[in-house]
Each structure stands twice: as structure tokens, then as C-alpha cells.
Nanobody
Framework: QVQLVESGGGLVQAGGSLRLSCAAS????????MGWFRQAPGKEREFVAA????????NYADSGKGRFTISRDNAKNTVYLQMNSLKPEDTAVYYC???????????????????????WGQGTQVTVSS
């Protein structure tokens, strides 16, 4: 079992920055990949970014390339999403997810293979005003 708790969301003006955090507990954090997803009102959930177990490999959706950076601190069992140059269209609930193929509730294809995400946090709201 893995428990995930996101934090760091809020209201920010367009062009501003936010850093989301996701604290994990349960399974050994450094043994699995992590991802960030988001869901805007009336839209389907979409992939934002993923990072492998060591932090040495990352993958981004086109919407966040050059603006978002995913990172992790395995000593702190935490994954981060640094978001810069935010736009109103980035407004969404952001979820972190942990890789677990046995109970997949969503998957993405990355440069290091398919990732199935089986554990999800409760989400944190990000609102970008114009």
C-alpha cells in the first residue's frame, strides 16, 4: 500500500509559479516511478509528467515542456512539480500517482516504458487567474 498526500496548490496570477509536493508513505519510495496528472472541470484527466525511481529520467506532456519540472527526493519520500510561467489553462486539480501495475487506474508510455499507476492522491487545486 502507498499513501500519497499532495500540497502546494493555490491561486496564482498568469505568469506566476507554484511548486506542488506529494509526500508518499508505505512502500519503499525509491522502488517505483511517480507521476503527476491533472483534471480540469469538464475535461478528462491528463498526464503532466513522470519521473523514474532514481530521478534520472523524466517525461513530460507537451503542455508542460519547458515550463514544468518534476523531481523527487527519495530521502524525503517526496515528489515535486515545479510549475513556472503558469497559464489560465493550467487551472485544474493536480494529482500525484505512484506506479503499481497490479492495480492500474491509468497508464502512460514514457521513454523507459509503460507506467501503470495504481495509487493516487486526493488532489490539490491549482487556479491560475488571467
Amino acid at each position: 500500500q502507498v499513501q500519497l498526500v499532495e500540497s502546494g496548490g493555490g491561486l496564482v496570477q498568469a505568469g506566476g509559479s507554484l511548486r506542488l509536493s506529494c509526500a508518499a508513505s508505505g512502500r519503499t519510495f525509491s522502488s517505483y516511478s511517480m507521476g503527476w496528472f491533472r483534471q480540469a472541470p469538464g475535461k478528462e484527466r491528463e498526464f503532466v509528467a513522470a519521473i523514474n525511481w532514481s530521478g534520472g529520467r523524466t517525461n513530460y506532456a507537451d503542455s508542460g515542456k519547458g515550463r514544468f519540472t518534476i523531481s523527487r527526493d527519495n530521502a524525503k519520500n517526496t515528489v515535486y512539480l515545479q510549475m513556472n510561467s503558469l497559464k489560465p489553462e493550467d487551472t485544474a486539480v493536480y494529482y500525484c500517482a505512484a506506479e503499481e501495475s497490479g492495480r492500474s487506474r491509468g497508464h502512460v508510455y514514457t521513454s523507459w516504458g509503460r507506467l501503470d499507476f495504481g495509487y493516487w492522491g486526493q488532489g490539490t487545486q491549482v487556479t491560475v487567474s488571467s
